[in-house]
């Protein structure tokens, strides 16, 4: 039996073998490794500073944490902010500075999911990034500018990683399945097109997805003839009840669910539908979708189309009664609905306009007339005097009674667009103010 099956490289999974052992093997950041970048530039001389590096799973972000580190000749310490607490940071400060003292060299300080950790553990690194002990070196896939603190982020510069393309996951594919030493190369088998393309976009742009699918995939594969297959039926069973990257939690929830509810916004159902499907693919609570569906309805419709509202609430029920996946194609209808309504943020101008000004205007009193009179004592005091029943006037409308408060008196909070429903909502408005006018010329 040869010595290779008892390699240590056999029982670490294919994607950290496959990882690449310089930056030009590294696939699909050329944007900041390809020659003349800034961070390519500062890497060949030497010149290291403390970064973050910021993007989805799987695009390589430890693996260019390595990389530095090694093009460069420094020390690498790497450590999870999932499970590393005070102790783990004091050691790998230790080790920092060891280092330094002892063999003259930097050390590369890698943190993985660092917006994991609270503040004053972020705050632990801030004297040894100054005095130069470490070069410190964050990962992750949340937005920098709300998960890290201030003083750690001016101390460092943010690397935007990007998801890689189809090309760049489909190379990476092949060069595991050649590669004789730390790939799938010795192993004799052959991935037909389909499979490939299959594949490469099941990845949805994460590298070490693909590899962990094609090494499952590997293992499924079919013989024919002298070689084992990996055709498109084997990438369809690996896949099964597999979802596309969806964050419930973090950067790419809200991305998504800005961009239907920006879609609805912008009248575009197609984009709104594609939305919708994405987050439903990717295992978003179609619940949630249809709370957000309700107030897209109130903020961006409102009053040009008052049945916008009742049917996000019908389709929530239906969801609610149905469950998935019946339910979410009343959560496509709404959509589709709420995107070529007729829109209007009216009735949410006012809204803001009017809790904004009750925040910092004083509590005015309820003028008498409007006051309930429910005893004699009130009575006594005028509360309900002179009020005018509406349904008792004509057109049911007590012309040039006041409402609000004397101090508001005149004050305009609701402007009716011309769109939809809302155009006629207009056209009474101004019919009841001229009645108003009319009134106060008495």
Not at 338 to 351: H, P, W
Request: glycine residues 6%; contains cysteine; neutral net charge.
């Amino acid at each position: 039996m040869s010595d290779h099956l008892f390699h240590k490289d056999l029982f670490r999974p294919l994607a950290a073998r496959m990882r690449p052992k310089d930056l030009d093997g590294f696939f699909g950041q050329a944007h900041l490794v390809r020659p003349a970048k800034p961070l390519r530039e500062a890497i060949d001389n030497g010149a290291l500073h403390s970064m973050i590096l910021w993007g989805p799973p799987g695009v390589g972000k430890t693996t260019l944490a390595r990389l530095i580190a090694r093009s460069t000749d420094a020390n690498f310490e790497i450590i999870s902010a999932v499970l590393s607490g005070v102790k783990e940071i004091r050691s790998a400060i230790a080790n920092a500075k060891e280092q330094r003292d002892l063999r003259v060299k930097k050390t590369v300080l890698f943190v993985d999911e660092v917006h994991r950790f609270n503040k004053s553990q972020q705050d632990a690194f801030l004297p040894f990034v100054e005095d130069g002990t470490l070069v410190f070196v964050g990962a992750t896939t949340e937005n920098p500018a709300f998960e890290l603190n201030n003083a750690l982020l001016s101390r460092c510069r943010v690397y935007v990683l990007k998801s890689l393309n189809q090309d760049d996951i489909e190379t990476v594919i092949v060069k595991a399945m050649t590669d004789k030493e730390a790939g799938l190369g010795q192993r004799d088998l052959q991935l037909d097109d389909q499979a490939r393309r299959l594949l490469s976009s099941a990845a949805d742009g994460d590298a070490r997805r693909a590899l962990n699918l094609l090494e499952i995939a590997s293992d499924l594969a079919t013989q024919h003839e002298s070689k084992r297959v990996i055709d498109k039926k084997t990438i369809e069973q690996v896949l099964v009840g597999d979802t596309r990257r969806f964050d419930k939690g973090g950067e790419y929830f809200y991305d998504q669910i800005s961009a239907l509810h920006k879609s609805v916004r912008g009248s575009s159902p197609d984009a709104a539908i594609y939305w919708l499907c994405r987050m439903l693919d990717g295992g978003c609570d179609p619940i949630y979708i249809a709370r957000r569906l309700v107030r897209m309805a109130a903020e961006d419709i409102g009053n040009a189309d008052p049945r916008a509202l009742q049917i996000a609430m019908n389709a929530w029920d239906a969801q609610t009664r149905l469950g998935s996946p019946e339910g979410e194609l009343a959560l496509a209808q709404a959509t589709i609905f709420l995107a070529v309504a007729a829109k209007s943020n009216a009735t949410y101008s006012a809204f803001k306009t009017v809790m904004r000004e009750i925040r910092s205007l004083p509590s005015y009193e309820v003028p008498k007339h409007l006051r309930n009179a429910s005893t004699q004592l009130m009575r006594e005091l005028d509360y309900g005097r002179d009020y005018r029943y509406a349904h008792d006037e004509e057109n049911a409308y007590a012309a040039g009674e006041q409402y609000l408060p004397d101090e508001l008196v005149g004050r305009q909070y609701y402007f009716p667009t011309d769109n939809g429903l809302e155009k006629k909502i207009g056209e009474k408005l101004t019919f009841l103010r001229n009645m108003d006018e009319r009134a106060k010329n008495q």
